[in-house]
């Protein structure tokens, strides 16, 4: 059978990444982290959520895992966004701290650096403690901006997880490959549910330009994501890829900030309300695994703080297409939604004061020592920094 685990697979996939931005000298491995050394991660709960469908009483049952968790942490009521009812400009909106307004497919960039790159350049730390592992396709812009004196040089690994697992496809797929693959049609078959979920049906070339994978390490994927989709944990949803490569960049970098995007709920925009409320509870599920890796990771524990949050909502029963499908009418249901924080440096409870994303910028660079440049948003003083 094959030679590589997922494991490796995916190690070989972030160092790829990685090892473009920096030198083959920095490759020791870091250092283990001392008590002091905070760490951030930001989840958005992706792709848009309603209220009703998370915290409100009627929606508790579709997420179990924070609701568990809820009581450790600190609650947010009131978290809104004030902002471009879009995915890529709500979430560059939450890593930025000034609400963006810019193209939402991947085009552009952010006006105003983001949290990687003040961070980075504050600090000197190297590119592999800032991560964004991103569902959404069209995020691969999401870890800097052009601003002078930023820019990528001081950005994010950005990780497009179906991206990685495409161009293995490629590979996989479409070429001679003597070895491994006894059924290539019921590959594709599994590929294509994770490829090919999500609302935003562009095509997978425009975002072909960034960062290419070596010949290398695209011959150890050829062999290495075929056990790995036939394997016992193989993922049937592109979140629950960018949650095991999310784990796999903690354990192997450690990074100290680092943005996960889930994206699947959106699944909403085709109109099954049951597929919504399942991806939900999926991402709930996700949450819960990702604060599992937290306490259970000798890096994470005890300094870590994870900000967990809808980027946005979606359109109440009253609007037309009946709710649910689309986060465009701009009303409280797409709006106001929460943020459950969890971990290191918390005062516990509960806030009904009005927060926005645009706060948690300031919030995540504090944490982590870092004075923000010029935000609209503010530290959240119930995290304390
Ligand atoms: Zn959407």
């Known amino acids: 059978m094959l030679r590589l685990a997922k494991r490796d697979f995916l190690k070989l996939a972030g160092l790829a990444i990685a090892e473009k931005l920096v030198p083959s000298w920095a490759w020791a491995r870091p250092a283990e982290p001392t008590e002091s050394d905070r760490k951030v991660i930001i989840v958005t709960f992706g792709g848009g959520c309603r209220y009703q469908e998370t915290f409100a009483p009627e929606g508790l049952r579709n997420i179990p895992r924070l609701v568990g968790l809820k009581d450790d942490g600190r609650f947010f009521r009131n978290c809104a966004n004030d902002g471009v009812l879009s995915h890529y400009n709500s979430t560059s909106s939450i890593v930025t701290g000034n609400w963006q307004r810019v193209d939402d497919f991947g085009f552009g960039w952010a006006r105003s650096p983001t949290i990687f790159e003040y961070f980075r350049k504050a600090t000197g730390v190297r590119s592999t403690d800032a991560w964004a592992i991103c569902t959404n396709k069209s995020f ?152 599992d890796e937290v306490r259970a990771n000798p890096s994470y524990r005890d300094k870590t703080t994870l900000l967990i949050l809808p980027e946005l909502g979606r359109d109440g029963d009253q609007d037309t297409a009946n709710g649910f499908l689309n986060h465009r009418s701009g009303d409280p249901s797409c709006r106001d939604v929460w943020m459950l924080a969890l971990g290191a440096g918390l005062d516990r409870g509960e806030t009904d004061r009005r927060i926005a994303h645009v706060d948690l910028a300031p919030t995540a660079l504090g944490m982590l020592g870092v004075a923000p440049g010029e935000m609209q948003g503010n530290p959240i003083p119930e995290i304390l920094i």
């Open 140 to 291: 691969a812009t999401m870890g800097a901006t052009k601003v002078r004196g930023y820019g990528e040089g001081h950005g994010a690994n950005v990780v497009l997880p179906k991206q990685l697992l495409l161009e293995a496809v490629d590979e996989v797929i479409k070429r001679d490959l003597d070895q491994g693959v006894a059924d290539r049609e019921n590959v594709l078959r599994q590929l294509e549910g994770i490829l090919n979920a999500g609302y935003e049906g562009i095509g997978w070339t425009i975002f072909r330009g960034g960062r290419q994978l070596d010949r290398q390490v695209r011959q150890t994927l050829k062999r290495g994501l075929v056990e790995y989709i036939y394997g016992p944990e193989a993922p049937n949803s592109g979140d629950e890829l960018t949650f095991f490569v999310a784990r796999e960049v903690m354990r192997e970098f450690a990074p100290r900030l680092m943005l996960v995007n889930f994206w699947d709920m959106d699944v909403a925009h085709w109109g099954a309300y049951s597929l919504y409320l399942q991806a939900i509870t999926k991402t709930d599920r996700l949450c819960g695994m990702l604060w």
